[in-house]
């Protein structure tokens, strides 16, 4: 039990001298090599060190002999000697002559102004003025460019939001007609040539015969007129460019417009003697859709027509009906368009 007992403490165990002075003496010994270690340190540092600042002050006199020569020097060793001010800087006698003195000066309240009577007086300060973008210099830009562009280099101004507004103005007033509103009002000729259009289409005649005789004979010379009834958008871009002095006007647009086309057979015959409506009319609509319309070449521009399947034409207006529409896109390209260019030249 007494063993057992003994087992289960720490026995310390008490070091000699000799132990002591050898752990003090590797101490010290570690502590004088970390000391010496650190002075080599030291000095190795230290020579790096001059070998870099003699390296460095090598290569300063080489680049001051290579790149510095007697004017370059002469300048440099002023500057070392008076700095960077430039009112700290003595004239030469060559210098004063030509440029004067540089001094600076106090600016006082007392300086002359321009006298109200008309006597001796500096010169007026120096006033801005306006520049307008369309004002006109007598030798600047005499094309038509801004006042500013003197040297009449390229110039342009964005038209576009005006360009779309004008055009669908001008497209609104596309309009055909042909034919008379009062029958006796129709020429020979062309009385002549519905009569002569006209061919039995009934063998035996009779009273359906003569009744699809008169149907065509009047749609023949019935009244037809095209017109645009709305131009539902207009898109693309237009601009105003100057280029050298001389004027170009670009545009790139394209339009949507719906179209009717009325057939009136009344021949001047109202329904009514209250009513102002024709008798006898017939009313087609549809869509032009037009395109490519660009300053480049304006024979280039294409109109699409898309009609309303719902107004289609009866087989007797059919050809009138085309023929009108054909004469209302002859209309917008040959009036309408030349007239909205016209205007987009006047106007800018």
């Given at each position: 039990a007494g063993g057992e007992e003994g087992a289960g403490e720490t026995t310390e165990f008490k070091r000699t001298p000799y132990e002591e002075w050898k752990k003090a003496r590797e101490e010290a010994g570690k502590k004088a090599k970390e000391a010496e270690e650190k002075r080599?340190?030291?000095?190795?540092?230290?020579?790096?060190?001059?070998?870099?600042?003699?390296?460095?002050?090598?290569?300063?006199?080489?680049?001051?002999?290579?790149e510095l020569d007697e004017?370059?020097?002469?300048?440099?060793?002023?500057?070392?000697?008076?700095?960077?001010?430039?009112?700290?800087?003595q004239q030469s006698d060559e210098e004063k002559e030509l440029i004067g003195?540089?001094?600076?000066?106090?600016?006082?309240?007392?300086?002359?102004?321009?006298?109200?009577?008309?006597?001796?007086?500096?010169?007026?300060?120096?006033?801005?003025?306006?520049?307008?973008?369309?004002?006109?210099?007598?030798?600047?830009?005499?094309?038509?460019?801004?006042?500013?562009?003197?040297?009449?280099?390229?110039?342009?101004?964005?038209?576009?939001?005006?360009?779309?507004?004008?055009?669908?103005?001008?497209?609104?007033?596309?309009?055909?007609?042909?034919?008379?509103?009062d029958v006796t009002k129709c020429s020979d000729e062309a009385l002549v040539a519905a009569v002569d259009a006209l061919k039995p289409t009934n063998s035996e005649g009779g009273e359906a015969g003569a009744l699809d005789q008169l149907s065509r004979l009047a749609a023949s010379l019935a009244r037809v007129e095209a017109k645009v009834g709305k131009v539902r958008k207009v898109d693309g871009d237009a601009s105003l460019a100057v280029v050298r002095g001389t004027k170009r006007y670009l545009f790139d647009l394209s339009a949507e417009i719906d179209y009717e086309v009325s057939v009136d057979e009344s021949f001047?015959?109202?329904?009514?003697?209250?009513?102002?409506?024709?008798?006898?009319?017939?009313v087609y609509k549809g869509k032009l859709f037009v395109s490519d319309l660009n300053s480049v070449d304006l024979r280039g521009v294409e109109i699409a027509n898309k009609p309303d399947p719902k107004k289609a034409p009866t087989p007797e207006h059919k050809a009138r009906v085309q023929g009108a529409i054909e004469g209302l896109k002859k209309d917008i390209l040959k009036r309408c368009v030349s007239s909205f260019q016209t205007e987009f030249m006047t106007k800018f």
């Amino acid at each position: 039990a007494g063993g057992e007992e003994g087992a289960g403490e720490t026995t310390e165990f008490k070091r000699t001298p000799y132990e002591e002075w050898k752990k003090a003496r590797e101490e010290a010994g570690k502590k004088a090599k970390e000391a010496e270690e650190k002075r080599r340190e030291k000095a190795r540092e230290a020579e790096r060190e001059a070998t870099r600042r003699k390296a460095a002050a090598n290569k300063t006199e080489e680049k001051d002999e290579v790149e510095l020569d007697e004017e370059d020097a002469k300048l440099v060793s002023e500057i070392a000697k008076k700095g960077y001010c430039h009112f700290r800087r003595q004239q030469s006698d060559e210098e004063k002559e030509l440029i004067g003195s540089i001094a600076p000066q106090k600016i006082t309240d007392s300086a002359p102004v321009p006298a109200a009577g008309g006597g001796a007086s500096s010169p007026p300060p120096f006033a801005p003025e306006r520049l307008d973008s369309k004002a006109k210099q007598p030798g600047g830009g005499g094309g038509g460019g801004s006042a500013w562009n003197s040297g009449n280099t390229w110039e342009e101004s964005d038209c576009s939001e005006w360009a779309r507004g004008a055009l669908k103005r001008h497209l609104a007033s596309g309009r055909f007609n042909s034919g008379a509103e009062d029958v006796t009002k129709c020429s020979d000729e062309a009385l002549v040539a519905a009569v002569d259009a006209l061919k039995p289409t009934n063998s035996e005649g009779g009273e359906a015969g003569a009744l699809d005789q008169l149907s065509r004979l009047a749609a023949s010379l019935a009244r037809v007129e095209a017109k645009v009834g709305k131009v539902r958008k207009v898109d693309g871009d237009a601009s105003l460019a100057v280029v050298r002095g001389t004027k170009r006007y670009l545009f790139d647009l394209s339009a949507e417009i719906d179209y009717e086309v009325s057939v009136d057979e009344s021949f001047g015959m109202d329904e009514s003697a209250e009513s102002t409506e024709p008798a006898r009319q017939f009313v087609y609509k549809g869509k032009l859709f037009v395109s490519d319309l660009n300053s480049v070449d304006l024979r280039g521009v294409e109109i699409a027509n898309k009609p309303d399947p719902k107004k289609a034409p009866t087989p007797e207006h059919k050809a009138r009906v085309q023929g009108a529409i054909e004469g209302l896109k002859k209309d917008i390209l040959k009036r309408c368009v030349s007239s909205f260019q016209t205007e987009f030249m006047t106007k800018f």
